[in-house]
């Protein structure tokens, strides 16, 4: 199809939109953005006739490539480690994506662009496509792998499990709140444009490097989409920016949708490619390698600073924020050791680490093990059922830690933990972007201006809070992670399965302490308790560790 017949049909789709003069539209959707001097104008033409045969060749290479996979067992030479951390990541991504298709009606009505509703259309399909091949890849690897355990249940419970309530907030961000908040400023300003390229170009890398490559062909395969949905983010950017009214709330979405998208997306695929892997090349690039380049250089150099031209305020510094978290402040490493310290709650095996994988975090890393060595030693050592209780109970140095309301990824970095009271509750936050989230932002009024289309973060959403006072058995059993003899735990510290006496069960759990929420017990105190318990946490760490009181 000629670029020329594209052009016309591109533009004879347009005559289709209409509005009607009959009734007065419903608002579905409703959006504090204003869009009266915008110009209408899409980038990237795209129309049904030149995509699906595109779309249909690609599949065809993704499905292709699952049989060549199955054929040539690609899943006796896959490392376990890295295919243990899918369970998690293949759990959660289509949740996104579908929640991304889910995101573009919202456009339809709040965007006046007949141009740019073909776009968002085109893009709403993609979404669909990626969440299904992305299900069919965790099929194929639940099928095929020699532990399906996680697999098969992962996608029923995930959303009240220890970590994967972390990625239901940051997919269901796409879906609430002001229509262009939501589906443009945080979906494709900042999650498509800037972060899908340590998620789907990365991360592909490291699971090449693991003997994995069904998952590069899919996710390389998701990526080729992204440009139709930048392309979308940025004509709607730039229609917002026409109106110098909507420079304050550009101004805030950015600094908002920045934030959660570097403490969640950071947190998840920093852990999957640092230690998720056992490639310990010196020449490998480390995540804030990574990041640096694809992000750091790439989206904010390249996309956002150009924007200073239109008279918008670029949160500069968040983003050098985000990146002393990740160099300085060692956010990816305490993330890891988090998810590691509850493995118990989680639904897959968490491999402890090596003398090779200290040496290689030493190198890319100086100071590393210092701060975190020790503490993997211990998870090493406590691996085993041996009549001691998970690492978690046991004395290893680690304070666990109070839960973010906002991005839900817990305090970790403890000096910057702050607390607030917000509708008679007493809120935690990881730092000051996730307090200014949920304090300021998401409120009916911003800076003196009427915001009523801005959501709020409300609801049962820490995970330690929802089974507070349980017995850790009880907890398990309740989120189904308990595989069909009835009592061995999903999840372990380890990747043995040859030894049923090697393997943690529910009778090991009950003789464990009760739950209990850092969270529902920083409301109980008094406010001088909570003044003393803060000033002593955020004296606390690196690595969870208690504070020495001089």
Known sequence: MSRQSVAKAHQKIQELAWEPMYHEPVSQYGTDYS????????????????YFPMQEEKDHRVYGAQDGAIRGNMFRQVQERWLEWQKLFLSIIPLPEISAARAMPLLFRTVPNP????????????????????????????????????????????????????????????????????????????????????????????????????????????????SRHISNGYATLLMALADEENHQLL?????????????????????????GTKDRRKDRESYAEMWRRWIYDDYYRSYLVPLEKYGLVIPHDLIEEAWNQIWNKGYVHEVAQFFAT?????????????????????????????????WWENYNRLSMPNGHNPIVFEDVDYWYPNR???????????????????????????????????????????????????????????WETLYHGWNWADVISDMGYVRDDGKTMVAQPHLQLGDQKKMWTLDHLRRCPPLQSPNVLFNEMSPEERREHHAKYIRGGPAG??????
């Open 35 to 50: 869009f009266r001097k915008a110009q209408k104008k899409d980038p990237l033409k795209q129309v049904l006739r030149s």
């Open 115 to 226: 141009e740019l509703h073909n776009g968002q259309a085109i893009q709403m399909i993609d979404e669909v496509r990626h969440s299904t091949i992305q299900q069919n890849l965790k099929r194929l690897y639940m099928n095929n792998y020699i532990d399906p355990a996680g697999f098969n249940n992962s996608l029923r419970n995930f959303q009240n499990d220890y970590c994967g309530t972390i990625g239901r907030q940051f997919a269901e961000g796409f879906i609430t709140g002001d229509a262009i908040t939501a589906a443009s400023i945080y979906l494709t300003i900042v999650a498509e444009t800037a972060f899908t390229n340590t998620l789907f170009v990365a991360m592909p890398a490291e699971a090449a490097a693991n003997g994995d490559y069904l998952l590069p062909t899919v996710f390389h395969s998701v990526q080729s989409d992204e």
């Open 251 to 275: 101004e805030r979405d950015l600094r908002y949708a920045w934030w959660n998208n570097h403490r969640v997306v950071d947190a998840a695929i920093g852990t999957f490619i640092e230690y």
């Open 342 to 374: 509850g493995w118990l709650a989680n639904y897959w095996r968490i491999d402890p680490m090596t003398d090779k994988d200290f040496e290689w975090f030493e190198y890319k890393y100086p100071g590393w093990y210092d701060k975190y060595g020790k």
């Open 404 to 462: 973010c309301w906002t991005c839900m990824v817990p305090c970790l970095v403890r000096e910057d933990m702050v607390y607030d009271e917000v509708d008679g509750v007493v809120r935690t936050y990881c730092h000051e972007g996730c307090r200014w989230t949920d304090v300021e932002a998401f409120r009916p009024t911003f800076m003196g201006r009427s915001t009523p289309n801005m959501g709020q973060l409300i609801g049962h959403r820490e």
């Open 545 to 550: 560790r208690f504070p020495v009181d001089a």
